[in-house]
T-cell receptor, first 114, second 115 residues
Framework: AQSVTQLGSHVSVSEGALVLLRCNYS??????LFWYVQYPNQGLQLLLK??????LVKGINGFEAEFKKSETSFHLTKPSAHMSDAAEYFC????????????FGTGTSLTVIP | DTGVSQDPRHKITKRGQNVTFRCDPISEHNRLYWYRQTLGQGPEFLTYFQNEAQLEKSRLLSDRFSAERPKGSFSTLEIQRTEQGDSAMYLC?????????????FGPGTRLTVT
């Protein structure tokens, strides 16, 4: 079965500091991996997705993620946190065969300290 | 088109009552998904439509839950005889046909509170 694990349900960083949100996947085949962000009282918005074209994926709002097969990881980073980055972040994997639904991690709540 | 919309945004109901939620997907999308999100958890898949056909259902979708997409456009999710455990955010998403890299666009959700 495919699933993702997000380490750290809460992460706090100072404004301007590096953001690192961790995601590890379990999959017997190359997975389809995504990061979504959810702002309070809003739906989920796609940040980026792994397409296998490149291991370093750039997304919106300055975020990027690196696919590391040897570590089964797809961690999300941003060099400099902004107050507007405060939100819930979800890593998700999609089944690569006939299924179409996402399997989401439990989420990481990011707090940015001024 | 302004994206996926859901109605109502909030619903408070008493245990045992029936509730129905509506989702309007992005107009050109033929795939529609329902997810449930409880506090502190990621969204969990409930069911999926391609056009009007319901192609997948999670075992989370008990007999009290039913979803329809009669004309392949909007969808409804009905919960009969609601229980307190049904309290959650119900999210709808839509996507176009294609491979597994196709993005799902999410609506703002309907927050259900069962008292």
């Amino acid at each position: 079965a495919q699933s993702v694990t997000q380490l750290g349900s809460h992460v706090s960083v100072s404004e301007g500091a590096l953001v690192l949100l961790r995601c590890n996947y379990s999959s017997s085949v190359p997975p389809y991996l995504f990061w979504y962000v959810q702002y309070p009282n809003q739906g989920l918005q796609l940040l980026l997705k792994y397409t296998s074209a490149a291991t370093l994926v750039k997304g919106i709002n300055g975020f990027e993620a690196e696919f590391k097969k040897s570590e089964t990881s797809f961690h999300l980073t941003k060099p400099s946190a902004h107050m507007s980055d405060a939100a819930e972040y979800f890593c998700a994997v999609r089944r690569s065969n006939t299924g179409n639904q996402f399997y989401f991690g439990t989420g990481t709540s990011l707090t940015v300290i001024p | 088109d302004t994206g996926v919309s859901q109605d109502p945004r909030h619903k408070i109901t008493k245990r045992g009552q029936n509730v129905t939620f509506r989702c309007d997907p992005i107009s050109e999308h033929n795939r529609l998904y329902w997810y449930r999100q409880t506090l502190g958890q990621g969204p969990e898949f409930l069911t999926y439509f391609q056009n009007e056909a319901q192609l997948e259902k999670s075992r989370l979708l008990s007999d009290r839950f039913s979803a329809e997409r009669p004309k392949g456009s909007f969808s409804t999710l009905e919960i009969q005889r609601t229980e307190q455990g049904d309290s959650a955010m119900y999210l709808c998403a839509s996507s176009s046909s294609g491979g597994p890299l196709n993005e799902q666009y999410f609506g703002p959700g309907t927050r259900l509170t069962v008292t």
